[in-house]
């Protein structure tokens, strides 16, 4: 195999399919595929709206709260 960077993306995928089937079988490369999922949306966007209100602050006032033994 040479480097990956002379490689295509088409060779990279083949060669990644080859080490999945020679160390999983196929039925097991094929379970490891099937865990990958492109997703939808726009994580950058959302994070930034779901985070927006969130400072250093209040994420270190949030972690010693949980981790105050009279907390259970």
Known sequence: MS?????S??????EGW????ERLGPSGAM???MQY???????TKER???????????????IDER???DRR
């Open 3 to 7: 480097g990956s960077s002379s490689m």
């Open 9 to 14: 993306l088409y060779q990279i995928r083949m």
């Open 18 to 21: 080859k080490a999945l089937t």
């Open 31 to 33: 379970r490891f595929m």
């Open 37 to 43: 999922d492109p997703g939808s949306g726009d994580y």
């Open 48 to 62: 930034i709206e779901i985070f927006a209100d969130l400072t250093i602050d209040s994420l270190l006032d949030a």
């Open 67 to 69: 981790a105050r033994p």
